[in-house]
């Protein structure tokens, strides 16, 4: 396993680029199942979900190949097989996109439920009700979801959850959708970007989606979908991140490769914060001369603040001056960072779905662990900002969905290296 040993309280200076966005890419290469020619994405990341999702794919007679000129060439050589294991499935959760796509091009998916993960309890119920509507036979057997249909048709769902509307549920059921006899008409669908890139892709391939990106989505069936080029969005978390490291340690970051209409609700958080920002269609510029000032923020769907960004802005509010509070609206216990954020001297409090932050003048360096993809980013983010040294252990977390976090940080001036984690793994550890 490999840590980053971090010595910190250096401004970050410089310009940094954010790569294509995992949460796009993920869901598009799981609809390339329904494709019956060869399809090409560009700026799809290198980071590791890409590889857990090739492998599954690969499971389901579809080759995945990264081209020289970086973009991937996605082919489905065999169409007879229809499951994706445990093995895979439970190594990331997005693996589960490949159900309704599956489902709509082979008739026929066998794949293993997700189960819960660092984020809390994750159901997977409105996925099944939505293909359930188009007509699918479901049934869940040995922790797989079997489902079955000759035939999709068109239906009229809605996707609302308890928490607001869900992300690759809406992928799931508007992919199978573009495939179904008929008119499907998906209410409470998620807006976020990722959802408009996917309709485009799938719109590019022969699809009629309407409405991507509004909380009504419209798809009228076809008989099958071609090949087709496809350049996948920037990553907003990302280039969220990359900000916050800039104002975290009192920085000048430029970034580039940054769409400002997919940052707002973020960018007005760290406006508030005091930071200066300065914004182009596609790059953002973050200053931070003083301490950042408190922030109020609750996390929730497109287009409010992202709730991937909410361990990053919390990492932020340890060093504020004065008291913030985050409310996290989408996943009620997303806050496994904040014990190692006390590690650094953070003062945080939870309280129910919120954590109190009292700001500090200085973080001190310590020994952390990530326990998931953002909490480890917001450490890292926390360590830059901390006196001494930090060491971040698990970084496999981070290394999920960030391309060379590493590399493009120490080119913005950060002391990072990524070295070999000697340490055992403790007995009773997970
Ligand atoms: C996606 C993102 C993840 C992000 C999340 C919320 C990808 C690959 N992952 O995850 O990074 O944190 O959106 O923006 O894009 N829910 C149900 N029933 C369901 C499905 C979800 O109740 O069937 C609830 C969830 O528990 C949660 C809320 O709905 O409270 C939103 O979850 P959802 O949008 O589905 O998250 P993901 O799509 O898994």
């Known amino acids: 396993m490999d840590l980053l040993r971090i010595t910190g309280d250096t401004p970050l200076t410089g310009t940094v680029t954010a790569g294509g966005s995992?949460?796009?890419a993920l869901p598009i290469m799981a609809a390339s199942i329904l494709a019956t020619e060869p399809v090409l994405i560009e700026r799809v990341p290198e980071v590791v979900d890409v590889t857990t999702l090739s492998a599954v794919l690969a499971q389901l007679g579809v080759e995945v190949k990264r081209q020289d000129d970086g973009a991937l060439r996605i082919e489905t050589v065999d169409s007879s097989p229809t499951r994706a294991d445990y093995e895979l499935v439970r190594r990331m959760r997005a693996s589960f996109c490949v159900l309704g796509p599956l489902l709509a091009r082979r008739r026929r998916a066998v794949v293993s439920l997700p189960g819960g993960c660092n984020l809390g309890d994750r159901p997977v119920d409105l996925h099944l009700a939505g293909l359930a509507a188009l007509g699918a036979k479901l049934r869940i057997d040995r922790g797989y979801v079997i489902a079955e249909a000759d035939e999709l048709r068109g239906a009229d769902i809605s996707l609302l959850g308890p928490h607001g509307a869900t992300v690759t549920g809406t992928a799931n059921v508007m992919s199978a959708a573009t495939l179904a006899r008929g008119t499907t008409i998906i209410r409470g669908a998620a807006r976020e970007p990722e959802i408009v890139d996917l309709a485009d892709f799938l719109n590019t391939l022969g699809a009629r989606i309407v409405g991507a990106g509004e909380a009504t989505i419209e798809i009228v069936g076809v008989e099958h979908l071609n090949g087709g080029t496809h350049r996948v969005i920037p990553d907003r978390i990302e280039a969220a991140t990359l900000l916050i490291a800039g104002a975290i340690t009192g920085g000048n970051v430029h970034v580039k490769n940054a769409r400002l209409e997919h940052l707002g609700g973020v960018l007005d958080v760290l406006d508030r914060a005091g930071a200066e920002l300065s914004?182009?269609?596609n790059s953002v510029s973050i200053l931070m001369q003083n301490r950042p000032r408190p922030i109020q923020v609750t996390t929730c769907p497109y287009p409010g603040v992202p709730t991937d960004v909410q361990p990053q802005l919390t990492a932020l509010a340890t060093i504020a001056e004065g008291r913030s509070e985050i409310v996290e609206g989408v996943f009620p216990d997303r806050f496994m960072h904040v014990p190692e954020l006390k590690r650094l001297g953070a003062r945080i409090e939870?309280?129910?779905?919120?954590?109190?932050?009292?700001?500090?003048?200085?973080?001190?360096?310590?020994e952390l662990m990530a326990s998931d993809l953002r909490g480890g980013a917001a450490l890292v983010l926390a360590a830059l900002a901390a006196e001494g040294v930090s060491l971040v252990r698990r970084i496999y977390h981070v290394d999920r969905g960030h391309e060379q976090i590493e590399r493009k940080l120490a080119r913005l001036g950060a002391q990072i290296e990524r070295c070999r984690d000697q340490q055992p793994a403790k007995v009773g550890s997970s």
């Open 350 to 366: 939870r309280a129910g779905h919120a954590a109190v932050v009292d700001g500090l003048r200085r973080l001190v360096g310590a």
């Open 22 to 24: 995992k949460n796009a």
């Open 279 to 281: 914004v182009s269609a």
